[in-house]
């Protein structure tokens, strides 16, 4: 019965925040591009300055990740995404294509129905509120059940700042009673215009199957190849930074490091240096178990959990300073669980013979869970480079960097973002670098360039110069102008 008033309470409170927000967003949506920059100001800079508070919530309630890094997260979805979004244009007229006269027009999305998982509760929250309120969109949060205080303390303290400096109410929403009923009763609201779903690959799934527009990032296995033309140390310790960062929740991290058999010498070397331990097969074997569960799937209990932790849990005995717990593995796939995606610092290790070897193994990786994501390359040489781009399944290629912090902006040129498009590779709808522009519907006004009678002579023009009829052509020309017209 308990369950049950749970689940009507949690519905009747979708149910009302998306009432507050199509009220709430029909306003925003008259507000002017002035307005609109100075309310995502205000959202940065509040947001900023609760960077700390919001990691330590995060931490202390979800029991995942490094205090200090979900600082770093905080202020990168906050002052980094600030700083690449605050010159866009999101309102009215945005672009002018003189020579073709047309104007492209932005409108808002609507509601926006967004997912946040538990690795990353509070980033992803002020993060979606800044690219959603930027495009004119109300927002309204479906946290994760374990995420759910420090994720609805974001999205308050971004509610309040966009209030403040003259939003709306009821622009951003979170549910206080998540339950799957709420989530799904939310997706499939029909006020709700636009999903952004950032979590498990079974939520995912479940807002593409939602009928409305969705953007949802499919899982991240990244292979990270350290080529032989390779600055090894440097590599390395790029690896490590990521692969220890937050304790390997962001989806972008490195899963598994293939080198060659010339280098790898000296890539053991530094791996033991900076706090690498290779298990032994019996302690690979009692990480798979703690790792996964009966079903395959990864267990909550290794995400987001130091190296030291994950060993003494599973009855595997380690060096004080351990940071990466490494699985020397000779093929990839279910029989070789610790291939796959595991979302804390315990790192697959592959030797192969040269770039061609690496380029197929690279694949395989991708294809057993990361399709479409991203991959890491370390090297110098130009043309392996470009040819591990031009022939990979992946939407971002990172190079001679931390792949997390790379894929997501943060190293990289890319637009920042925490929400990751794999495209038709990994089945998303976008590659993109998720950012406002996703969330605009863009309308063309276009001028006419070209008379019909104009457009007559020239397909007539190209035709005869290829000998056809031009009688017949004029005719079927002008009866489907005249269709058209």
């Known amino acids: 019965m308990m369950n049950i008033d749970k689940d009507l309470l949690s519905i009747q ?6 009432e507050k927000a199509k009220e709430a967003q029909k306003i925003l949506a008259t507000f002017t591009q002035e307005e609109i920059d100075k309310i995502v100001r205000t959202m940065a800079e509040e947001g ?6 919001l990691a330590k919530v995060a931490v202390e309630e979800t029991d995942i990740g490094k205090y200090e890094d979900k600082i ?7 002052k980094r995404v600030y700083e690449s979004i605050k010159d866009l244009k999101t309102v009215g007229i945005i672009h002018t294509d003189e020579e073709n006269r047309v104007c492209h027009i932005a409108e808002p999305a609507g509601v926006i129905a967004a997912l946040t998982p538990t690795t990353n509760p509070t980033s992803t929250a002020l993060f979606k509120s800044l690219i959603s309120i930027k495009a004119r969109n ?4 479906s946290p994760h059940p374990r995420a759910v205080d420090c994720t609805c303390q974001a999205a308050e303290i971004m509610h309040k700042a966009a209030v403040h400096a003259g939003a709306p109410k009821g622009i951003i929403g979170c549910i206080n009673y998540p339950t799957l009923e709420a989530t799904n009763q939310l997706m499939k609201h029909p006020d709700v215009s636009v999903i952004l779903a950032t979590g498990g690959s079974g939520m995912v799934k479940a807002a593409y199957s939602s009928g409305k527009p969705a953007f949802g990032v499919g899982p991240g296995n990244v292979p990270a190849y350290i080529e032989r033309s390779a600055d090894v140390k440097k590599a390395v310790k790029a690896i490590f930074d990521s692969k220890t960062f937050d304790y390997g929740t962001i989806c972008s991290s490195e899963q598994a490091l293939i080198c060659e058999k010339l280098n790898a010498h000296e890539v053991r070397k530094s791996l033991d240096e900076l706090g690498g331990v290779f298990l032994t097969e019996e302690d690979m ?4 178990r703690f790792a996964f569960r009966a079903d395959g799937s990864l ?7 130091s190296a030291i932790h994950i060993a003494e849990q599973a009855g595997v005995k380690v060096k004080s300073d351990a940071r990466v717990l490494i699985a020397e593995l000779s093929g990839v796939g279910m029989n070789y669980p610790l291939s796959r995606e595991k979302l804390s610092p315990v790192l697959a290790y592959y030797e192969v013979e040269n770039w061609q070897e690496a380029c197929g193994l690279s694949k395989k990786l991708l294809a057993l869970g990361g399709m479409g994501h991203t991959l890491s390359i370390h090297s110098q040489d130009q043309e392996v480079i470009t040819r591990f781009a031009l022939e990979k399944p992946a939407s971002r290629i990172v190079v001679n960097t931390p792949s997390c912090l790379g894929a997501i902006g943060g190293t990289t040129g890319l637009t920042p973002s925490l929400t990751l498009g794999c495209g038709t590779f990994g089945g998303n709808s976008t590659s993109d670098n998720i950012g406002p522009m996703n969330l605009l519907n863009i309308k063309r006004l276009a001028y006419e360039i070209m008379s019909p009678d104009e457009l007559t002579r020239q397909l007539l023009s190209a035709e005869a110069d290829d000998g056809s009829d031009e009688e017949l052509i004029k005719k079927i020309v002008m009866e489907v102008l005249k269709k058209i017209s």
Request: charged letters at 25%; zero cysteines.
């Open 13 to 18: 409170e979708v149910r009302n925040l998306v």
């Open 48 to 53: 900023i300055k609760a960077s700390r508070w």
């Open 72 to 78: 770093i997260k905080n202020l990168f979805s906050t």
């Open 138 to 141: 109300a927002i309204i949060f």
């Open 285 to 288: 074997h009692k990480i798979e």
């Open 299 to 305: 267990s909550p209990n290794i995400v987001g959990k």
